[in-house]
């Protein structure tokens, strides 16, 4: 007589990460699939830039710098930048108030 087969439960196939995008929509001229990201580790730089319009931006990289990360805090730049600009305006609008009430 042989051994009983243990009846083990069989492990799930593992599910595959999906790739990240490494082309993305440029933020100035919208063209789809114009930015291309570049890492360069050895001299610690990541750079963006836009094959249509020529924008680009760059910032500091390390090991775990992806594409996705150099864009988005490029897109976080843009997004700032406008903020500070729209804060700028409104802060002449105000002054442009105050000195009609005493006028």
């Given at each position: 007589m042989g051994k009983r087969k243990s009846t083990r439960a069989k492990t799930a196939p593992r599910k595959k990460a999906e790739?990240?995008?490494t082309?993305?929509?440029c933020p100035f001229c919208n063209h789809p699939?114009?930015?291309d990201c570049k890492i360069d580790?050895?001299?610690?730089v990541a750079e963006a830039?836009?094959?249509?319009?020529?924008e680009s931006y760059s910032t500091t990289a390390h090991?775990?710098?992806e594409p996705v990360d150099v864009y988005a805090e490029w897109i976080d730049e843009c997004?700032?930048?406008?903020?500070?600009?729209?804060?700028a305006s409104n802060d002449v609008v105000r002054e442009e108030v105050d000195?009609?009430?005493y006028a």
């Amino acid at each position: 007589m042989g051994k009983r087969k243990s009846t083990r439960a069989k492990t799930a196939p593992r599910k595959k990460a999906e790739k990240l995008d490494t082309t993305f929509c440029c933020p100035f001229c919208n063209h789809p699939g114009s930015i291309d990201c570049k890492i360069d580790l050895k001299h610690m730089v990541a750079e963006a830039s836009c094959n249509t319009c020529s924008e680009s931006y760059s910032t500091t990289a390390h090991a775990l710098t992806e594409p996705v990360d150099v864009y988005a805090e490029w897109i976080d730049e843009c997004e700032k930048a406008n903020a500070d600009r729209d804060e700028a305006s409104n802060d002449v609008v105000r002054e442009e108030v105050d000195d009609d009430e005493y006028a």
